[in-house]
């Protein structure tokens, strides 16, 4: 295990906490820092650098001259940059230069006012630990890898009736692992057309286990049923050993066993077994026919091209495994408009293998300084060799060329979206009378069924669109409160949201705390809040927020047309009358959209708590549900998310469920209402 020795600088009083090796970041932004902003704005020359030379030189004269990781920090404790140097004496001297600086070194110089080394055994080191703490404090002044979520795999469980489905997270579970997939749909793609395949199994241990006769999937030729003994263990382990077979990259092996056996039952005129040969072949097809390039020459490898346009950056990965394409991912890296692709490409690289595996072979659209010190920690966090190439020429650059193409697509999509973002937040301003275009809007809904597994929902956008990763949902706990009391419900909300807000940005004031393009360190101020309701509603929101002393934050609250139109909605502001926006706005169309958004992610929170209740207190918590009808719908349906999906006719086929006892069933799955 490697050790770093953490040399402090004197103006702090406490150690960092533990590095976390699984910290990951979340989606990326087109939008600039306002660093970036007054960057661009500014000449070097311009800008004051004594205070921060002085510090830099302060801490110089004591740096080790050895390999490590320095980070710079500014007056209020903010880490403003985190780098690695082979010599962190000589690093340093470098920013003491009178003249020569970027705009984007100046501020940085200009903003420091100490600095912290980390002591590393070599420069790999070094660079390993530089990207791990890139990542967890998220420095503006570093390139910032986001959208970094966890990949899926696909996982064939160990054990006598082998089970197929997607995993994400820790590989803990005996079996056998295929991954990554760019995302989740093109597991759920794979999985669909192996099961048509192979027929493997697909339920969780607990519906197999429960199973007194074959379910759906086994009439439409989906899974074999080794759960009632439909098909013998041996002749299931062969399947099993097939789609092991097909994920390990001998997908020619396996096709050219399926057409013989084919074949042969043609030839034996079986035709119903020669067809389901045929669908069987016809399905492994499908999955090739979705990858689109498939190489012949590259086993395993990982794609990662660059483009730059505008100002900002593109990075395209795709992911080859057993010579099959696994899919492709676009990331957006924040990153100062003054580096340049290679400088960009490089930090991207590190931080993105920092809590995931990498192949051995890794193919880059751009030569880097670093690039033989990357593949070096590469190999040494992976235990194996890991080569990092530029390829100039056949299959390798065919596969770099292609992904460039995509880099260059998805950013040219992006910037169009963003621009288009722009034009409606501008029509948004202009109809609400905000003070400035908003950079950031918080949207608010609850949801619930007569009060049960209350919800409340918090969606965000700004130029970039939705935030997802910005999404927060609330679980309502007041005690106190009526059942349905959705006024209530919006009060605890806004109060435990911006309550957090206030800690966390102590300025208080929305325009001070709040900073366009924000990095996510810190819970960002709303220009605007959007409620979903009408004037109770908005009247409760601007008492929660009276109350905790903020008054000149934006609200409007958006009331439904009669009848619940779309279109047709009216919408409420402190000191201004109930008006409308014109049917065709295009700035009622963005604002419905905001609130349909918001809605959808209030119901499923809520569904998502309710099923989980479901699990806990088993269906009994449906009226007139005891322990007898629980079992007779579980034999008959199996699962839960079968009786879920089932319709009132089907409910009532069930043994000891009447025809009033189905719609209650049908009902508690299917209430819309809040």
Request: proline share 6%; charged share 25%; aromatic share 8%.
């Amino acid at each position: 295990m490697t050790s770093y020795l953490l040399i402090m600088s004197d103006t702090k009083k406490n150690l960092e906490p533990e590095i976390d090796l699984n910290d990951e970041d979340e989606e990326a932004t087109l939008l600039p820092s306002a660093d970036e902003i007054m960057l661009e704005s500014e000449d070097p020359a311009t800008i004051p650098l004594a205070n921060g030379r002085a510090a830099i030189a302060r801490y110089a004269k004591h740096a080790p001259g050895a390999p490590g990781v320095y980070r710079m920090i500014d007056a209020n404790d903010q880490v403003l940059y985190v780098g690695k140097a082979k010599n962190i004496r000589k690093r340093l001297a470098s920013y003491l230069r009178p003249q020569g600086h970027t705009m984007r070194i100046a501020r940085m110089i200009a903003t420091t006012a100490s600095l912290e080394f980390v002591l590393t055994s070599t420069e790999t080191e070094a660079l390993l630990l530089e990207a791990n703490l890139i990542k967890r404090l998220r420095p503006r002044f570093n390139v910032l890898l986001r959208d970094d979520k966890s990949f899926p795999y696909i996982l064939i469980t160990d054990g006598p009736a082998s089970q197929l489905l997607k995993h994400r997270g820790a590989r803990n579970r005996p079996g056998s692992y295929f991954g990554p997939f760019a995302s989740a749909q093109a597991v759920h793609r794979t999985i669909n057309a192996l099961e048509r395949a192979f027929l493997v199994r697909s339920c969780s241990d607990a519906v197999f286990e429960s199973r007194t006769r074959p379910c759906l999937l086994h009439q439409i030729k989906r899974c074999s049923a080794p759960c009632t003994n439909e098909i013998a263990p041996g002749d299931y382990a062969v399947l099993v050993n097939e789609a092991k077979a097909f994920l390990s990259g001998r997908s020619r092996a396996v096709k050219d066993e399926l057409a013989a056996e084919m074949e042969k039952a043609s030839a034996a005129l079986d035709f119903e077994r020669a067809a389901v040969y045929r669908d069987r072949l016809a399905a492994l097809s499908a999955i090739q026919a979705h990858q689109g390039i498939n190489p012949r020459g590259v086993e395993e490898a990982d794609v990662f091209a660059l483009h730059q346009e505008g100002g900002f950056s593109c990075v395209q990965v795709f992911f080859f495994r057993t010579g099959q394409n696994w899919g492709n991912r676009a990331y957006f890296p924040r990153a100062d408009r003054s580096l340049s692709p290679e400088e960009v490409l490089g930090s991207f690289l590190v931080q993105f293998y920092d809590d995931k595996p990498s192949p051995r072979l890794v193919l880059i659209s751009h030569e880097m300084e670093d690039r033989a010190l990357i593949a070096e920690a590469l190999a040494m966090k992976g235990g194996r060799k890991v080569e990092v190439l530029v390829p100039q020429r056949g299959e390798k650059k065919e596969l770099v060329d292609h992904a460039f193409a995509n880099a260059r697509e998805a950013l040219g999509r992006k910037l169009a979206e963003t621009s288009s973002q722009q034009k409606l937040l501008a029509a948004l301003t202009e109809a609400f009378t905000l003070p400035k275009q908003p950079q950031r809007i918080e949207v608010y809904d609850n949801s619930h069924i007569q009060g049960s597994n209350a919800v409340g929902a918090m969606i965000v956008a700004g130029v970039e669109g939705f935030q997802k990763n910005q999404y927060r949902k609330f679980n309502i706990r007041s005690s106190d409160l009526t059942p349905g009391d959705d006024y209530g419900m919006m009060r605890e909300t806004l109060t435990r949201r911006f309550k957090r807000l206030l800690s966390e940005a102590p300025q208080g004031e929305p325009s001070e705390a709040h900073a366009p393009g924000d990095d996510g360190s810190e819970t960002p101020w709303p220009d605007l809040v959007l409620i979903d309701g009408g004037l109770g509603q908005l009247n409760a929101a601007r008492e929660t927020l009276s109350a905790l002393g903020i008054t000149n934050l934006p609200l409007v609250a958006i009331a439904k047309g009669p009848e619940r139109d779309a279109g047709r909605e009216t919408f409420f502001m402190p000191g201004r009358d109930p008006f409308n926006l014109k049917p065709r706005d295009p700035v009622l169309y963005f604002v419905e959209r905001l609130r349909d958004e918001a809605h959808r992610f209030a119901v499923t929170s809520h569904r998502q708590r309710r099923k989980r209740d479901i699990r806990e207190a088993g269906l009994q918590e449906i009226p007139g549900i005891g322990p007898a009808r629980k079992r007779a719908l579980l034999r008959h349906f199996g699962t839960l998310r079968a009786i879920e999906r089932a319709s009132v006719a089907d409910l009532g086929h069930v043994p000891g469920i009447d025809a009033e006892m189905a719609r209650k069933v049908y009902d508690f799955f299917h209430e819309t209402r809040r």
